[in-house]
């Protein structure tokens, strides 16, 4: 079975600031890796994905994720946030050979105060 | 390009009336479907998916139902409503050749009194 931890339930952060969301995973199989962000009262929306090669991986809106097999992590970072980014994150792994399945962590809520 | 859509976007309803939630995706043939549930500070959960008109497969043992009656169209029922099936729902397709990625609607936010 697969499980996802996001142990930062909200990431208090100001503007222009760095900022990391941190998400840990368990799996005894191999497994592509998710981020997505939800917006207040609205559906996911897929900011970036590991799914091989390159460990870092850039998505959308600035935000990059690295995965670390040894540490069975794939933290969200982005260098300097906005206000915008103000949302709900969600970390998710499939398992290979049962790619219906998508196991979200609890979310990490991301406030950005100016 | 694709899109889908969910409707109603909000519902009131009381405990023990039916449920129908649906869910339609346009630009893309044969996808796989999927219904999420949030619940409230809490992440999401898989309830239901499906391959192909038809074909329904369960996540968790629940009182709620679904059904495809056609290639792009996905429908979330329930016969009698309780308090615990208050949530946000979220209908999810993916390429059936390349599941490794979902996209999701915009959401139903369900409210049972």
């Known amino acids: 079975a697969q499980s996802v931890t996001q142990l930062d339930s909200q990431v208090p952060v100001f503007e222009e600031a760095p900022v990391e969301l941190r998400c840990n995973y368990s799996?005894?199989?191999?497994?592509?890796l998710f981020w997505y962000v939800q917006y207040p009262n609205q559906g996911l929306q897929l900011l970036l994905k590991?799914?091989?090669?390159?460990?870092l991986v850039k998505g959308i809106n600035g935000f990059e994720a690295e995965f670390n097999k040894s540490q069975t992590s794939f933290h969200l970072r982005k260098p300097s946030v906005h206000i915008s980014d103000t949302a709900e994150y969600f970390c998710?792994?499939?398992?290979?050979?049962?790619?219906?399945?998508?196991?979200f962590g609890s979310g990490t809520r991301l406030l950005v105060r100016p | 390009s694709q899109t889908i859509h969910q409707w109603p976007a909000t519902l009131v309803q009381p405990v023990g009336s039916p449920l129908s939630l649906e869910c339609t995706v346009e630009?893309?043939?044969?996808?796989?479907l999927y219904w999420y549930r949030q619940a409230a500070g809490r992440g999401l959960q898989l309830l239901f998916y499906?391959?192909?008109?038809?074909?329904i497969s369960s996540e968790v043992p629940q009182n709620l139902s679904a059904s495809r009656p056609q290639d792009r169209q996905f429908i979330l029922s329930s016969k009698k409503l309780l308090l615990s099936d208050s949530g946000f729902y979220l209908c999810?397709?993916?390429?059936?050749?390349?599941?490794?990625?979902?996209?999701f609607g915009p959401g139903t936010r369900l409210t049972v009194l």
């Open positions: 499906s391959v192909g008109i038809g074909q």
């Open positions: 998710a792994v499939t398992p290979f050979g049962s790619s219906y399945k998508l196991i």
């Open positions: 799996s005894s199989v191999s497994v592509y």
């Open positions: 999810a397709w993916s390429i059936a050749e390349q599941t490794d990625t979902q996209y």
């Open positions: 590991y799914l091989s090669g390159s460990t």
């Open positions: 630009g893309t043939s044969n996808p796989n």
